[in-house]
C-alpha cells in the first residue's frame, strides 16, 4: 500500500495534478496501527465511507443496505414536511399530491439505486416506504393495498421503476464519448462476472433488450419499457388480491378520475368507488312490492297502481 500510494504521489507530480488527502479514506473493517500518507498527510482510516452520499464499505464495495435506510429516511422526512403544506387526504389534488411525490419524494428514494443491486429484503423495505408515502397522500391506513391507487396515477413500483433506472444507466454506458473512463474499461466490465456492471446485466428489463442492444435507440428502449410495464401489470391483475385492480383500466395512463373536470365532492365519490371504500353498515332491504290486481290489465295502468302502492306505504 506504501508503495502504491508513493506511485499515485509520482503520478500525479508528472501529470500536473494533485489528490485531496482530506478527501481520501483507507477502508478497512479493522483498522491497522499503521499510519498511510500521501503529500506527507496522513490519511484517515475507517470501516465506511460516503462519497457523493452513496456509502462504500470494505474493499470498496457499495452498500446498498445503508443506502437504502439513508434515502429511507430522507424520503420520509421530505414527505412529513409536504404533508404539512398540503401533500394530504384533505389538501391538493391526487393528482397534484401524487406528482409532488414523483418530483420531489421519490427521487431522494431513487438515489444511487441505478449502480446498486438489491436483495429481497432490500426491495420491499423501499416497496413499504414508498406505499407509506402513498397512503399518506390518500388518507389510507396501514394495511390498505396501495396497488389501484399506483395504478391512477401512473406510478411503478419501487421494483420496477429500480429495474427501469438501472437500464437506462446501462444503455446510456454504451454510448459514452470515447475519451471517457467507463468507456476505456467496458471491454473488461461487460464480462467480468464479479463487477457490478455485468451484476446489473442481469436484471429482467435489461435482458428484453439484449437480443437488440446493437441496434437500440431511445425510441426502441421506450417500446421495450412500455412492454415491460404491461406485461407486470397484467401479472398483477391475474394475481391473488387484485380484483379491484383487474376492474380499472388496463392501460398505463392517468385516470380520468384524476384529471376529468369535477367538483371536489364528486371526484371524492370516484376516488371511493375505484378504491373499493364504500359505507359500511347492512344495506337497506328494498321495498317490497305487494301483488295488486287491476282492472285494466295495460302496462301503463299496472305500473302506475304500483308506484302509488309503495308510496302509500312509506
Not at 397512503?135 to 390498505?144: E, F, H, P
Not at 464480462?191 to 436484471?203: A, D, V
Not at 421495450?224 to 388496463?250: D, Y
Not at 302502492?309 to 312509506?314: A, F, R, T, Y
Amino acid at each position: 500500500m506504501v508503495d502504491l500510494l508513493r506511485k499515485y504521489e509520482e503520478h500525479s507530480m508528472q501529470m500536473g495534478y494533485r489528490w485531496n488527502p482530506s478527501k481520501c479514506v483507507i477502508l478497512d473493517s479493522q483498522p491497522q496501527t499503521i499510519e498511510y500518507a500521501i503529500y506527507d498527510q496522513v490519511i484517515p482510516q475507517a470501516t465506511t465511507f460516503n462519497y457523493l452520499g452513496i456509502p462504500f464499505k470494505p474493499g470498496g464495495q457499495l452498500d446498498p443496505e445503508k443506502l437504502v435506510q439513508s434515502n429511507i429516511l430522507k424520503a420520509m422526512a421530505t414527505m412529513n414536511a409536504l404533508s404539512s403544506i398540503g401533500v394530504n387526504p384533505s389538501g391538493f389534488s391526487k393528482l397534484l399530491c401524487s406528482r409532488f411525490y414523483a418530483q420531489i419524494v421519490r427521487p431522494q428514494m431513487e438515489y444511487g439505486i441505478a449502480i446498486n443491486c438489491f436483495n429481497h429484503t432490500q426491495l420491499k423495505t423501499l416497496e413499504e416506504a414508498q406505499n407509506k408515502c402513498i397512503r399518506k397522500i390518500y388518507g389510507a391506513s396501514g394495511k390498505t393495498s396501495t396497488k389501484v391507487m399506483l395504478h391512477l396515477a401512473k406510478l411503478p413500483t419501487m421494483k420496477e421503476r429500480i429495474a427501469i433506472l438501472q437500464a437506462q444507466f446501462l444503455f446510456r454506458s454504451l454510448s459514452l464519448p470515447e475519451d471517457t473512463l467507463l468507456y476505456l474499461l467496458m471491454p473488461h466490465i461487460q464480462h467480468t462476472r464479479g463487477h457490478q456492471w455485468y451484476r446489473l446485466s442481469k436484471t429482467a428489463l435489461w435482458r428484453l433488450m439484449q437480443p437488440t442492444i446493437a441496434d437500440l435507440d431511445a425510441r426502441g428502449f421506450r417500446a421495450i419499457k412500455k412492454k415491460f410495464l404491461h406485461s407486470n401489470l397484467e401479472k398483477q391483475i391475474q394475481g391473488k388480491n387484485s380484483k379491484l385492480l383487474s376492474s380499472c383500466r388496463p392501460t398505463i395512463a392517468l385516470n380520468p378520475i384524476l384529471w376529468l373536470p369535477m367538483s371536489h365532492e364528486e371526484r371524492s365519490r370516484c376516488l371511493r368507488w375505484r378504491l373499493g371504500w364504500l359505507p359500511g353498515g347492512a344495506p337497506n332491504p328494498a321495498p317490497v312490492i305487494p301483488t295488486i290486481t287491476c282492472q285494466d290489465d295495460t302496462p301503463s295502468v299496472a305500473s302506475i297502481c304500483i308506484t302509488d302502492s309503495v308510496c302509500l306505504k312509506q
